[in-house]
């Protein structure tokens, strides 16, 4: 998607670790109205798939779920890294390794919300190694929903982790794919 | 707001503790439309106020914050509960303690996304105790931003949070204030 590929080189930062900074529009302030067109674009690529519901994990996937979700008029369910007080009866869980946080959680999704009556579509800001893509497939099938893809604002290309979803068959639409990225370079797959 | 009342009384659950579970519509799953409504109502509550950004704290906040954020036209910026490999830079902090989780963190926002130009309106999903919203009360003061007020969901009334901030003289705007509650029985404040 041009739009973001020019916002990533506008106001991307590259630090080190291979972490592409993109604070100030996806995912520490959110820009609305940019992030109205990404989820109206995700719910393009997806509007003939019958999605009943969005999955996604805490916390930065949840405004762009949400603005798809506004456009694919289904509910958002977001799964949360601990286990908090308000979240009662069965839980599915799936450990997840983070590799911007550089530790291991559990992700814990309430039952209720999703059956095998879904068709969900998971979406998040990030996708590297895809641990928490596969940490949220996990649980959708556990709860036995069917799977349409995945919708993600930003694919690290030269990380494993779309294209190890891909080879198993899994749909992944990345709205910007980056092939390679350094502190004075950045290129995408197109 | 008597949409939310109804909706608090169709699908709340009382749970042990003072809980109230409202999972299926807030803040585990999230209604879409109905959530866009809420965020419009905020909106208009707020829209002679000249809100330049909206400040939450993730993540039960932050798709009730990015839906009035849609009406008032503005970028949603997000206090993160964990110092992480791409926060960088000169940051604000604040300690909370967290009355759903039982649990002290210290929350973090880039100090790079809100300054003394900014007239914030803070938003989250629940209000009880107050030390979520002292918290980024405190950190939009020391960023030197203006604060206009505070727009929250649900307020439980019967704790202390609320009228604490109001006697303060912060103007608190609660969709919904629950005066009392308990396994079979809910009341609101009107």
New interface residues.
């Given amino acids: 998607m041009e739009a973001l590929e020019q916002k990533i080189l506008t106001e991307g930062?590259v630090?080190p670790?291979n972490?592409?900074?993109v604070?100030?529009f996806l995912?520490?302030?959110?820009?609305?109205?940019f992030?109205?067109e990404l989820g109206k674009e995700i719910a393009n690529r997806y509007k003939a798939d019958g999605i009943t519901k969005i999955l996604t994990i805490?916390?930065s996937g949840?405004?762009l779920s949400?603005?798809a979700?506004?456009y694919l008029?289904?509910?958002?369910?977001?799964a949360?890294k601990?286990e908090?007080?308000?979240?009662?009866g069965r839980v599915l869980t799936a450990p997840i390794h983070s590799y911007?946080?550089?530790n291991d959680y559990t992700a814990v999704l309430?039952a209720?919300?999703i059956s095998s009556k879904d068709r969900v579509l998971l979406v998040d800001d990030f996708l590297a190694t895809g641990e928490a893509l596969c940490g949220l497939i996990s649980m959708a099938n556990a709860a036995g929903a069917t799977i349409a893809g995945c919708a993600i604002a930003i694919e690290k290309g030269f990380q494993k982790g779309g294209d190890d979803l891909r080879a198993k068959g899994i749909r992944v639409d990345s709205l910007a794919i980056i092939e390679s990225m350094g502190p004075d370079s950045l290129t995408f797959r197109r």
């Fill in positions: 930062q630090l670790g972490i592409l900074k604070g100030s995912n520490q302030q959110i820009d609305t109205p992030t109205l805490e916390s949840i405004a949400f603005a979700a506004v008029g289904v509910p958002v369910v977001f949360k601990s908090s007080a308000n979240v009662s911007t946080h550089g309430p209720d919300y």
